[in-house]
């Protein structure tokens, strides 16, 4: 398993004995899942550690966003078990809704509330769920939209924004609860290609910055310029879980040299 690259925030600095026992950020054993008759996930075994970067990769149909979305069980699974910081995903109730605060999650929809203003939108779930002071919450929801590049925009409301600009709103308002974990399901799919990379931009540098991200995406030149790991999927199944540059250069099943056959092809 790939370490967080050098530089990242070191997340147990208690010295090399605390961090081999400390848990992985993101934990599945053997997660299964079916869509009726359909079996979405099969016999899911998934480690990411703390400040690592992991790229899910396959086809369409392959399980990537399903996988995404069952680590904050907006998708329920069958069976098997996640865990987020070693803490076991609830299936219900307060402590599912404790643990989701701590897994922020960008999605291909912005899904902003059209009647806020941008700084409306990053601020009501840390006054709301984490009991911020509006002061508070307002300084951070500043810094944060600083942070993206959408400061002069605070006061617009999303229909006035670009959807890269949205998409970055979406990123903050995640950001604003201080998550231990991000995840981000095809996040520049819904975009205008000019408008890919400054969502990208950021993602990098959060990479940079040590944040622990699981992505589903089909922007290989993130894949190989932020990611730690590369996971690909096909069938409902992981295929392959490796570096960046092996996967590029020696893929070692056949359906990832198909895959990737076909995506650098074009």
């Known amino acids: 398993m790939t370490a967080p690259r050098a530089g990242s925030s070191a997340p147990h600095p208690d010295g090399p004995a605390a961090t081999q026992t400390a848990p992985p950020m993101i934990a599945l054993r053997d997660v299964q899942k079916h869509f009726g008759d359909l079996h979405v996930l099969k016999d899911i075994d998934l480690e990411v550690p703390a400040g690592q970067v992991v790229v899910i990769l396959g086809p369409s149909g392959s399980g990537k966003s399903t996988l995404c979305r069952t680590i904050n069980r907006l998708e329920p699974i069958d069976s098997g078990e996640i865990r987020i910081d070693g803490k076991l ?3 219900e109730g307060k402590a599912l809704a404790a643990l989701r605060a701590d897994v922020g999650m960008v999605f291909q929809s912005f899904n902003l509330f059209a009647h806020k203003t941008i700084l409306d939108n990053v601020t009501l779930a840390p006054i709301k769920v984490r009991g911020k002071d509006r002061a508070a919450a307002n300084k951070r929801g500043m810094e944060l939209l600083e942070r993206v590049g959408i400061a002069s925009q605070k006061d617009k409301y999303p229909a006035q924004l ?6 970055r709103v ?3 308002r995640s950001l604003a609860m201080d998550p231990k974990v991000m995840l981000f399901d095809e996040p520049t799919s819904a975009l205008d290609p000019e408008m890919v990379n400054e969502v990208l931009d950021v993602m990098v540098s ?3 910055e040590g944040m622990t991200m699981l992505v589903v995406t089909h922007e290989m030149g993130f894949a190989r310029k932020a990611a730690d790991r590369v996971v690909f999927m096909a069938d409902g199944a992981i295929v392959e879980d490796t570096d960046p540059e092996s996967f590029f250069t020696r893929p070692e099943s056949g359906r990832a040299r198909d895959f990737l056959g076909k995506i650098l092809g074009h």
């Open 170 to 172: 979406a990123i903050a």
């Open 89 to 91: 995903l609830p299936a």
């Open 206 to 208: 959060l990479a940079k």
């Open 162 to 167: 670009s959807g890269g600009q949205q998409q």
